[in-house]
């Protein structure tokens, strides 16, 4: 652990690098926030320099950098468009919800992949990343448990609701297909890592690490 300072910058270079652990514990407050989490609405926002967030956005925006966009939940995505909302009840199963597309709230993750690559010039200095929730299994029975996964979401018994798809030393996790959806529409420019891996958080961003330089070079 390390001494946080009561001001944190806005983002870190290599003087303080070390500051990592203080920019990167957010956390969350569910009393006064909607209870879904919506990483895919964040992490655009953050990086739209023509959003809310534009003065940020274009000083962290490099032209002649890669942009890595790392996400990391137990949760599946569940980003809605302006101005849906999900009901508090239905947030552990928000993304059986369906997308704009499909008369539903949720943005589709299409949108998100053409809105990534857009933030820069050439779109395959864009790399995404994600440690998520998926099935631990191999081959067919990875399926087999996604599908598992979505009819007890679907229901009506209240106590499947907290159906969890993968259990590890980290705890549980719901299927983020969301995020498996975006990571495998960037190709060999993304990478998704189970949050579940009995390996571990430190393994994963290793993996990430290394396709990122591989890429870069």
Not at 10 to 19: C, R
Not at 82 to 98: F, K, V, W, Y
């Amino acid at each position: 652990s390390i001494d946080c300072p009561d001001a944190l910058p806005e983002f870190l270079t290599g003087d303080n690098i070390d500051l990592f652990p203080c920019i990167a514990t957010v956390g969350v407050q569910d009393g006064r926030c909607l209870w879904y989490e919506q990483p895919l609405n964040a992490g655009y926002m953050a990086l739209d320099p023509g959003g809310e967030q534009a003065e940020q956005a274009k000083r962290f925006l490099r032209e002649d950098a890669y942009l890595v966009i790392i996400f990391v939940t137990d949760e599946e995505d569940c980003s809605v468009a302006t101005p849906n909302a999900i009901s508090n009840e239905n947030r552990a199963r928000c993304s059986l919800a369906g997308t704009t597309d499909e008369g539903g709230p949720l943005v589709p993750v299409a949108h998100f992949v053409n809105r990534f690559r857009g933030l820069k010039d050439d779109p395959g200095r864009v790399i995404v990343a994600a440690i998520a929730g998926d099935s631990t299994a191999t081959g067919p029975q990875k399926e087999v448990d996604r599908q598992a996964y979505r009819e007890s979401k679907e229901s009506p018994a209240t106590c499947h609701i907290e159906t969890t798809i993968c259990n590890g030393p980290t705890g549980v996790a719901d299927f983020s297909s969301r995020l498996v959806e975006l990571t495998a529409s960037f190709g060999p420019n993304g990478t998704f890592t189970n949050i579940c891996d009995g390996d571990g958080i430190e393994l994963a961003l290793t993996r990430i690490a290394d396709n990122i330089v591989s890429i870069v070079n």
